[in-house]
Nanobody
Framework: QVQLVESGGGLVQAGGSLRLSCAAS????????MGWFRQAPGKEREFVAR????????YYSDSVKGRFTISRDNAKNTVALQMNSLKPEDTAVYYC??????????????????WGQGTQVTVSS
């Protein structure tokens, strides 16, 4: 069992930056592939980024590649998402999630066992 709590969301103008953080308790996050997903109103939850247990492998959706950076600090039991050059279409609730599976296949919500409650990110034009 692991509990995840996101923080760092808010309102930002287009072109600005935000840094989201996810704090875990229970099992250490080093046991899991960690991912970020987002869900906009009327849309399905979509993959944003994921990182392997060691942090050596990172994957991003095409829509955020080059703008977002995922990182983890296993000693502090946290994972972060640095979001730069934000666009209005990035507006969504962002969720931190943990997967006990492979980083190769951990690109869909169904492969994650634990989820945070989400944090709202709103990007104004």
């Amino acid at each position: 069992q692991v509990q995840l709590v996101e923080s760092g969301g808010g309102l930002v103008q287009a072109g600005g930056s935000l840094r989201l953080s996810c704090a875990a308790s229970g099992r250490t996050v080093s046991s899991f592939v960690m991912g970020w997903f987002r869900q906009a109103p009327g849309k399905e939850r979509e993959f944003v980024a994921r990182i392997s247990r060691s942090g050596s492998s990172k994957y991003y959706s095409d829509s955020v590649k080059g703008r977002f950076t995922i990182s983890r600090d296993n000693a502090k039991n946290t994972v972060a998402l640095q979001m730069n050059s934000l666009k209005p279409e990035d507006t969504a609730v962002y969720y931190c999630a943990a997967s006990g599976g492979s980083v190769i296949t951990a690109a869909v919500p169904e492969n994650y066992q634990y989820w945070g409650q989400g944090t709202q990110v709103t990007v104004s034009s």
